[in-house]
């Protein structure tokens, strides 16, 4: 393949790709203002691998695991700083928001609750609408793992939201 045909080949696969990928970045890290940039440098990441990449099965799922390992990196350097800035001012924990009394700001807030592994399940498996084969292969983990982080997942939504909510966003989401 001349690169010229590459490059042609890439930039179809980010027309028809970059917006999914932000979305999933976005509920992954719960920062709008990062998530076109974790998507960007996802695809900067493909670019960079295209010969490869476009050799898996499954371009997509590459990508996905790309977007889902650089929030993972995001989150964790977050938490971090976040746990320097407390030490340094040695003030007490931030105070917390109540959620807003839209159901989409609620879901957000439940959402970011969960550890990153059961968040990410969730939001493939419910928002996204990925088979579990999928979720593994784009997480990088067991289809049993997903299976068992997805229903733990859900149950502390149902926890946190009540169980008539979760019911109504697992039952939306999977119409």
Known sequence: MSADEASAEFR???ERHHAGLSRLAY????????ADDLAADAMVVLWHRWPE??????????ARGTVA???RERVRT???ERRRIRLFWSRGSEPVHGPDVAIVVTVRAALERLPFRKRACVVLRYAFDLP?????QVLGIAVGTVKSQTSKGVAELRRLLGPTAAEQLV???SR
Request: cysteine-free; glycine content about 2%; aromatic content about 8%.
């Open 27 to 34: 509920l992954l890290t719960g920062e709008p203002d990062a």
């Open 132 to 136: 579990e084969k999928e979720v593994a």
């Open 171 to 173: 039952v939306r989401s």
């Open 12 to 14: 179809d696969f980010f």
């Open 69 to 71: 390992n650089l929030a």
């Open 78 to 80: 977050a938490v971090r």
């Open 53 to 62: 990449v476009r050799q898996v099965d499954s371009p997509l799922a590459y």
